[in-house]
């Protein structure tokens, strides 16, 4: 038995792979791919993901991508040490939080976008901006960088990414009245689709965001970091010392994020 993992220290929808390896304690064959430097549109990786992204998956040949469906697929193809509620109710829970993660992953993508891409890019020549964004093959994603670049933390799509965690925020901290876990008693996907993007967020210094408001939600990020999975699979590869970066161009931005924060949460 193989896996190949494609994948990117720091992105996060192929770190949830890697948590759900790690809980699973499968091996995997390790194929970094630098985002940074375009490895992503080469014709040999698009013909493994055609989406130009990662994760990719590849089990004894067969191709899986996008993140949620490898997580399933793994916990279906290695039943030993189980990530899904045997309950279909409690089965059914979780998949109601596993479709969140697109969503909550593009609010990810557009505060990382905002605070740190857009702090490299400002500082390229306008003609080196303009071809950044023309090598991007979707035409709503460039659209989107574009309006992210320009408009920076002050752009009505921070406020948009806001509301999408006030959202969740309040679902978590419902639920996890009833439980460590977000469907009980049972680690499972759904605590795993967005340890990462918990992480993302602390890294962009906007851990105030569950801190400052959301107790329940707060913990259960503290139980998710105290598991191995964690080191291993998030921690062991993006470590904080690696990061200063984000921490000095991020800091700065929280007062403003704070400010439009305190007034989406008026909404709920
Ligand atoms: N829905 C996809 C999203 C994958 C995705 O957007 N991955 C990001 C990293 S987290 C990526 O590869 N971005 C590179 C790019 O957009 O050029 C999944 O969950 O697998």
Redesign the pocket.
């Known amino acids: 038995m193989t896996l190949t993992l494609y994948h ?1 220290d720091t ?4 770190a949830k792979v890697r948590v759900t390896l790690a809980e699973k304690g499968l091996a995997y064959e390790s194929c970094l791919i630098n ?1 940074h430097e375009g490895d ?1 549109f080469k014709p040999e990786y698009l013909k493994l993901n055609p989406n ?4 990719t998956l590849i089990h004894d040949g067969a191709v899986l ?4 469906i490898i997580n399933e697929y793994l916990d279906e193809a290695f039943p030993a040490n189980t990530l899904r509620p045997h309950d279909l109710v409690a089965r059914a829970r979780m998949r109601q939080w596993t479709k969140r ?2 969503t909550i ?1 593009d609010a990810i993508n557009t505060m990382t976008a905002v605070i740190i891409f857009r702090h490299d890019l400002m500082q390229k020549p306008p003609e080196e901006r303009a071809k950044r964004y023309e090598a991007m093959p979707n035409l709503a ?1 460039r659209a989107k960088w574009v309006r992210m670049m320009e408009e920076g933390i002050e752009s009505a799509l921070v406020r948009d990414a806001l509301q999408h965690f006030a959202k969740l925020y309040v679902d978590m901290e419902k639920v996890l009245a009833d439980g460590p876990w977000l469907t009980g008693e049972q680690f499972t996907l759904a605590d795993i689709g967005f340890i990462s993007f918990f992480y993302r967020l602390e890294m962009l210094q906007c851990a105030g965001l569950w801190r400052d408001h959301f107790p329940r939600v707060t913990d259960w990020f503290e139980r998710c970091k105290a598991r191995p999975s964690f080191k291993t699979a998030i921690l062991d590869l993006v470590p904080p010392p690696a990061y200063p970066k984000y921490e000095q161009i991020a800091r700065p931005l929280w007062p403003k994020v704070d400010s439009v924060w305190r007034d989406v949460l008026t909404l709920f």
Not at 11 to 14: E, P
Request: hydrophobic letters at 45%; charged letters at 20%.
């Open positions: 990117a992105a996060v929808c192929a985002l992503q130009a992204v990662v994760p991508i996008e993140s949620g993660e697109d992953h994603k």
